[in-house]
C-alpha cells in the first residue's frame, strides 16, 4: 500500500493551531518517573516546549525529526526487506548511551510512511526499545485529508497538543485501519486507542 | 589565520555578554577565561581541518572539520559557518551547520534555521522553533555531569582547601587582634 499525495480541494485543516485534547499522549507523561531515568524517541522536529516538559525529569531525548532530513521519501522508495530495515536505522540519532528506549513519539508520522516503511521504521525502532516500551501515534482516521507534510506538535501548559504545521494544501490520508497498524508497527501491539476531536486516532503501543 | 573584528558589533554574540577587554591581560591565561579586546572570528573563507584550541571568545564563519576545543569560553558558529567536528565549550550558540557532538559546561543555543546533527551533552539546551536538529540530548544531570564533571563555582570547588584557608585566615585574624602577652 502506498501513501496518496493526491491533491485535495478543502479549506485548510490547520489555519490555527489546534490544540487537541489528547488522554493518552498525558498518559505517558504522568507515567514518567522524575527520579527515574528515561530515554525518549522523538520521531518528529525539536521543539523547546518538548524539552522544557523532559527538563525536571532525568531524561535522555533522542530527536530524529525523519520528515526534515529526508526519511519518508527514503523509506517509501526503498524496495522493502532487511535493507530497507538497516536505512531506517540510517534515520535515528546516533546514541549517547546504550540505554534502550523507553517511549517513542511518533506524532503523525505513520500517516507519511508505506506500511512497509513503516514496519521498517519500527522494527528499527524496536530493536533499540526495552521490552515494555510505549509508542504514541496519531493516526488520520475519520479525517479523509491531512496536510502534505507531518505536523510539528507542540504541549502546551494545559495539557493538550497543539499542531504547529504550517498551513497548505491537503492530501487524501492512508487512514490506516488497527489491522494494519497492527501488523505494521514491528512488533509494538496496539495498547489502547481513542478517537479526538479532530478525527485522529490517537494510539499507544507496547513492544 | 583569524580575523580580528576590530568593530564593536556585540549584536551577534549577545548571548554570551559582553567582551569588554580583560585588565590582566595575559595573567591566569591557563585558569582564567580569556576576553580579547574584539570577538575572535573565522571569516567565510577560512577552511580548517584538524584541531582547533583556544583561550578566548571565537566566531566560526568559515568551514571548520576536526575538533574544537574553548573549554573556558564562547563559541558562536554563524549563519555561515560549517563545523564537522566535536566542539567542548564553555557555551555553544549555533546558526549555521554543525555535524560532531556538542559539549558545553553551561549552555547549548540553537537558533531558527540553525542545522545540528550529533548529540547534545549540557545542563542547558534550548532549541527554537525552526531550527532542525538530529540526535540525542542528554538531559540527566548525573549523565551529563559523569561527561562534563560537576560545576565547580568559586569558594566550592575545593571544600576542604577552602576550609583550611578559612581556619588559617581566622587564625591570622585571631593572632592580630590578641597580640603576644608581654608586647603591649
Known amino acids: 500500500m502506498t501513501v496518496s499525495l493526491r491533491r485535495a480541494h478543502t479549506e485548510d485543516l490547520h489555519d490555527t493551531p489546534q ?15 522524575p527520579s527515574e531515568r528515561s530515554v525518549l524517541l522523538d520521531l518528529g522536529a525539536a521543539s523547546t516546549d518538548m524539552l522544557a516538559l523532559f527538563s525536571e ?3 535522555c531525548v ?26 531506517a536505522e540510517t534515520l535515528l540519532p546516533e546514541r549517547v548511551t546504550h540505554d534502550p528506549v523507553d517511549i517513542v513519539f ?54 493538550k497538543l497543539e499542531n504547529h504545521a504550517l498551513p497548505g494544501e491537503l492530501v487524501t490520508a492512508p ?33 | 589565520m583569524f580575523e580580528r573584528n576590530k568593530k564593536e558589533d556585540h549584536s551577534e ?10 585588565k590582566t591581560f595575559g595573567a591566569n591565561r591557563k585558569s582564567k577565561p580569556r576576553k580579547s579586546d574584539g570577538l575572535a572570528t ?22 571548520v572539520s576536526g575538533t574544537v576545543e574553548l573549554r573556558n569560553n564562547a563559541l558562536t558558529i554563524g549563519k555561515e559557518g560549517m563545523v564537522h567536528a566535536d566542539v567542548y565549550a564553555r557555551s555553544i550558540a549555533v546558526d549555521g551547520e554543525t555535524r560532531g557532538d556538542l559539549y558545553a559546561t553551561e549552555r547549548v543555543s540553537v537558533h531558527v534555521n540553525a542545522r545540528v546533527q550529533g548529540n547534545i551533552i549540557s545542563p542547558r539546551v534550548s532549541i527554537e522553533e525552526g531550527a532542525h536538529f538530529k540526535g540525542s ?48
Open chain 2, 13 to 22: 554574540s549577545q548571548d554570551f555578554g559582553s567582551s569588554e577587554p580583560e
Open chain 1, 62 to 87: 533522542e530527536i530524529a525529526d525523519v520528515a526534515h532530513f529526508g526519511g519518508c521519501e527514503l523509506l517509501n522508495s526503498a524496495e522493502p526487506g532487511p535493507i530497507l530495515v538497516e536505512i
Open chain 1, 106 to 159: 511518533c506524532w503523525d508520522l505513520p500517516n507519511y510512511l508505506t506500511l512497509p516503511a513503516l514496519k521498517a521504521l519500527m522494527q528499527a525502532i524496536g530493536q533499540r526499545s526495552r521490552e515494555g516500551a510505549v509508542a504514541h501515534a496519531l493516526v488520520y482516521y475519520a479525517e479523509r485529508n491531512m496536510p502534505t507534510l507531518p505536523g510539528r506538535f507542540v504541549p502546551t501548559e494545559d495539557g
Open chain 1, 19 to 33: 490544540a487537541l485534547h489528547a488522554p493518552l499522549f498525558q498518559n505517558v507523561l504522568d507515567k514518567l518517573e
Open chain 1, 57 to 59: 525529569s532525568r531524561c
Open chain 2, 42 to 63: 573565522i571569516g567565510r573563507s577560512i577552511q580548517i581541518s584538524g584541531d582547533l584550541r583556544g583561550d578566548e571568545d571565537l566566531r566560526i564563519e568559515g568551514d
Open chain 1, 175 to 207: 487512514r490506516y485501519s488497527p489491522e494494519e497498524l497492527t501488523d505494521h508497527m514491528g512488533g509494538f501491539a496496539i495498547d489502547r486507542a481513542r478517537l479526538l476531536s479532530n478525527g485522529m486516532q490517537e494510539f499507544l503501543f507496547r513492544y
Open chain 2, 137 to 184: 540530548i542528554e538531559m540527566d544531570q548525573a549523565a551529563v555531569e559523569k561527561v562534563l564533571g560537576k560545576p565547580a563555582p568559586e569558594n566550592k570547588a575545593k571544600p576542604e582547601a577552602a576550609k583550611a584557608a578559612a581556619q588559617k585566615s581566622a587564625k591570622e585574624s585571631s593572632s592580630n587582634l590578641n597580640p603576644p602577652a608581654g608586647t603591649a
